[in-house]
């Protein structure tokens, strides 16, 4: 059974930086997929970023070239630095997992392990 555990998230100005973490223990992690989903409130999760098990990233369009996935495999840890932030970056981040090829990344329905979440705020 694979465990995953967030930690990093907190409040921060907007243009600033926060980097969350994942943790993962569990399960064989040679050929596992990582990625970063959030929620805001009263909407559906949406995909953040994905990177899998050659470290090979994906992003959403509304992150991409604020945001980078990053893993180290000898940790079993995932990372997910946000820079330039805006306060539409407000949500629940959650980190989630599944073992092999995921297509497509970006739907929630392919990952079977999730973490608790992490709150992230962004002020103007």
């Known amino acids: 059974q694979v465990q995953l555990v967030e930690s990093g998230g907190g409040s921060v100005q907007a243009g600033g930086s926060l980097r969350l973490s994942c943790a993962a223990s569990g399960g064989t992690s040679s050929t596992r997929y990582m990625a970063w989903f959030r929620q805001h409130p009263g909407k559906e999760r949406e995909a953040v970023a994905g990177v899998d098990w050659v470290g090979i990233p994906t992003y959403a369009d509304a992150v991409k070239d604020r945001f980078t996935i990053s893993q180290d495999n000898a940790k079993n840890t995932v990372y997910l630095q946000m820079n330039t932030v805006k306060p539409e970056d407000t949500a629940m981040y959650y980190c989630?997992?599944?073992?092999?090829?995921?297509?497509?990344?970006?739907?929630?329905?392919?990952?079977?392990?999730w973490g608790q979440g992490t709150q992230v705020t962004v002020s103007p």
């Open positions: 989630a997992s599944n073992i092999g090829i995921t297509f497509p990344w970006s739907s929630p329905d392919r990952y079977p392990y």
